[in-house]
């Protein structure tokens, strides 16, 4: 037996906590089909994301949010995690204005693709919340 | 209030001139979804398309659109923008072997599979002009 | 008449050795859509992919599938490729757990999102061979 | 004779005002080698520029600077413009942390080399600062 | 020994004629350093130029060379063979300003940073020859 | 104070223990220039190749850095990371035909150039051996 299973250290229970300060409830659900090929790898994404989102003086939890969102929609084939991210920063207290401000700003840096492939995943996540 | 509205300057009214001209009436429908949550985002895209597709004297609406093919198919992850230059190469006047070929050729630039994805948005889109 | 048909050249033959080395048959089915529009197109593939995967005195099949899945994650918009070669690694005798922690490797090099949406590429993969 | 001259537009004195709130007196020098031979990329620079960042009422210019240096960070081959942006963003106040934050958080999405190479980067931009 | 020898194939000499077509006696001294260590790369690369480059029934050398520039500088990471690539086009009776335009009109699919270090090649190409 | 200073945890420990295994000594000389302004940054790094290079009951050194090796090729901008892990390679028994071999077969997936130029770092790093 080669794969190790998921381990919940401390840095995996900080990481959940700062999952939960985004997404409250994320770690039970994420990564599902993932997870049973792969325990190792969520182990390591949410230690990680722990270990980044709790410097928060640092950076703020917004702060952090908009940057990952200008990463992600830089990347453009994130759509998923964007989608992810663009809640979370919603749930952290950005406006939809920083939101898609944000994404725009990318057309300069990444082209308009990547930026209108971004906004209409805000677009779709804005919606999915109205409804 | 932050959003701004959408402003059909006089550069906006030549950027519809110049979309006219590759994909008539297309304006009208484009980023539907994006123009509710960033209509600043759809006039930017609007005057800067015009801004290079009426520069005809420097490059022909052909050897745009074949330009513009080559980048998109080298991105991988723009495919909905691809779709729509095929088209928008074929109103303008260029043959589908130009097409296929400017897309097949990026296959030694940027790899295989950009090529071959590339090429079946370009399938799907004549298979749709067949319909 | 510009395109030329495909010409089942010696290398050609040479392709679909190779290619039925790691997933029997395929030649048969590959790239049908693209076939039409692009015959050129997937008799470079082919060829091009024997010149490669003939080579098994500088790198076994098992090796040179391993790199190839990590090119492919890195890449991110080429899942369709990286679902046959996880599919083609199982073929030549690579353990899930290889596939899995290459995939999970290339987070460090190329961000989780990479990584993620090849693992759940995996995961299906996986899946619909137990089905 | 098909390449126009630079026109100094009122769009583009806006972007010049946009570029000096950034770094002073920049337009003056910026992209000399390729002002001559493209001068309309130049002026479609600066108007560009000018009409995001002078947007201030959806975006302060420190939040932009930020999510310009985490997605330049991400696509890794544009280093000459992430050192300009971050001086620009120690210019309009941004802390050095805030910088080093950003493009750190970069290593989860894009993978440590865009964040290593984006943090060598910074690091020459506040050595050069220093001396 | 596993490195097989760069072996001068019918389809090799083919490569070579393509090659002195856009870039003449390129092929002796093109990849010297890879040459060494990877014979079969040049190989594969020689006959791959010549499997695309002589279909000029398909797309002219004009055309290929300006769908080729397209695509190298929407990469970003690949300005040695950009910097070949224009001056190739040249070669071939391209227009600098055709040449210039084709990277200007990356900045809108790719972004600013990859069309204007793909201007500031095109700038050093132009200048060397100048000199 | 916001940035906290390197911690040199058990995963630490670790990390340096697996670093040592493909690049002896290295921790005390790597990222000298970014450890300065940004410690947590090399820490996460130094824990997170701890992580994945000590799970060699997954994936042997070797196989692990030919993937890595597959990877850094495919980005094209990670050229310092490649050259470090060309010569890891070699450190834990890679031959040079293994290495030239994989990042040969990256130009079918993510283009000549990307091969091209991994290819020229692995002969700098060879010929800086040789020296």
Known sequence: MTQSKLVKTQRYEAGVLALNKVSPGIEETMMNSVEHIAPFFKQYVVESFGDFFSREQALSLQQRELAVIASLSTLG??????????????????????????????ALYAGVPAALNGLRTAADTFKSIEE
Not at 82 to 88: E, G, P, R, S, V
Not at 90 to 103: F, H, P, Q
Request: overall charge negative; some cysteine.
């Open 77 to 106: 084939h994130a759509q998923p995690q964007l989608q992810f991210h663009i809640q979370a920063a919603l749930n952290v207290g950005c406006s939809r204005t920083e939101i898609t401000e944000v994404i725009s700003t990318v």
